[in-house]
């Protein structure tokens, strides 16, 4: 009897590698000590919270009646939080929205897996630029859906327009957006977001179809040197946006996130009605309450992103002075190094002599490339250079 279902197997199969490299770090930390161990593997942001959150979440205790901060709701969320975000959204990016536009979401993981139950049938393809978020494609999975990968410049790591008009055919049903990126740390600007709202209605009159933009934003506001991130409704009618404030707000265990689904993509009500169903049966009948009441007391909070910005400018400082080529990240928290003589896999391994874990990116469909995650502290930054020193001298020699 196999108790395990085929598509499970495989994941669990896949899954083993990663869990190797997790426990290669715990084995390392217990025979170095945790501060002898360089971990650049996990996106996990290192800074707290804001201090408005935690006050306001015993603000919500003392104030708010517990059957209402507890109990079931609404499954799209708190209506007069949606109120609030559509209103800030307003507020923010010129355009109109409204509570029935917002689903409350348990994280941008969520919002994606609904928003994709919501439209893909069995065969559909979504397309993303690569490199990308490796779980997009256990995401499209889930629905029978199959994720095809677009190419981008392998020097900028921008969308390459003509890979993406070849890609696009008669299935394509979806295609997600993910500015700025992980693992890259690009950042598209209107230009390059209207060039593919270009290629995308060539193809929508070619096929009479409407390929839904997915754009993914949980690092919008985690950006560099004043970078600009465009609002990709105001850009593209056919956007729905998903949202995270596991980065903004440093909380990714609360799994607090938003999907708007704007009145410009078509049959956009029936949307809203369809994924609001799709949270329910999906598992997560609603978002966390506690959470959703203290951030109608906290939007516009943020955490303290200094610390990533003394680790970026480091990093961008020291690392091509000893040889290595990086692609220079306008935002989120991660850091593209190419292998030195391209492999991976066995960069990676060398770093981990130095006690340094990064993620070899072939996982990322960018292969040649290892992944730092800078979102820890700057004395792990300064610490870990000398073994990075060290590496690079290796390669020359
Ligand atoms: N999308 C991207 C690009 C991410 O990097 C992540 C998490 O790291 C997510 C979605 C999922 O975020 P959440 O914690 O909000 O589910």
């Known amino acids: 009897m196999e108790m395990i279902s085929k598509s499970m197997q495989a994941l669990l199969s896949q899954n083993s590698v990663i869990r190797a490299m997790f426990e290669e770090g715990e084995r390392l930390r217990g025979e170095y000590g945790s501060d002898k161990v360089y971990d650049f593997s996990l996106g996990n942001p290192n800074v707290p919270a804001p201090a408005e959150v935690e006050q306001a979440i015993r603000e919500v205790l003392a104030e708010e009646p517990s059957v209402s901060v507890h109990g079931y709701m609404n499954n799209a969320g708190f209506a007069d939080l949606r109120t609030a975000i559509a209103d800030s959204l307003q507020e923010r990016f010129g355009l109109a929205y409204r509570a029935d536009q917002l689903i409350m979401t348990t994280g941008a993981a969520a919002a994606l897996n609904i928003l994709l139950k919501t439209v893909l049938n069995p065969g559909d393809e979504v397309l993303t630029f690569a490199p990308y978020f490796s779980e997009y494609k256990n995401y499209v999975q889930n629905y029978g859906g199959v994720l095809r990968l677009v190419a981008t410049d392998p020097e900028t790591f921008l969308p390459d327009l003509d890979a993406l008009r070849k890609a ?65 409704p105001a850009l593209m009618p056919h956007a ?72 970026r400018a480091l990093l961008l400082r020291e690392l091509p002075k000893m040889g290595y080529r990086l692609v220079k990240p306008e935002g989120a928290f991660y850091l593209l190094i190419q292998a030195p003589e391209g492999d991976d896999a066995a960069f990676a391994a060398t770093l981990k002599e130095e006690r340094i874990l990064t993620v070899p990116c072939k996982s990322f469909a960018c292969p040649g490339y290892v992944r730092l995650a800078y979102c820890v502290a700057e004395t792990t930054v ?13 390669y020359k020699a």
């Open 168 to 232: 696009i055919g008669e299935k394509t049903r979806a295609l997600i957006l993910n500015t700025p990126n992980n693992p890259s740390g690009v950042v598209y600007s209107e230009e390059v977001l209207r060039g593919i709202q270009g290629v995308l209605a060539e193809k929508e009159r070619e096929f009479g179809s409407c390929i839904l933009v997915i754009s993914d934003e949980p690092y919008r506001e985690l950006v560099y040197d004043g970078a600009m991130v465009p609002w990709i």
């Open 240 to 311: 729905a946006v998903v949202y995270s404030y596991s980065k903004t707000l440093s909380l990714p265990g609360e799994r607090i996130g938003w999907l708007l689904l704007p009145d410009s993509i078509p049959e956009a009500r029936e949307l809203y009605a369809a994924a609001v169903i799709a949270n329910r049966i999906s598992g997560f009948v609603n978002a966390p309450s506690l959470i959703q009441r203290v951030l109608k007391r906290t939007l516009g909070c943020r955490a303290d992103f200094s610390v990533y910005e003394h680790n």
């Open 382 to 394: 300064r610490n870990a250079l000398p073994g990075f020193r060290r590496t690079a001298e290796s």
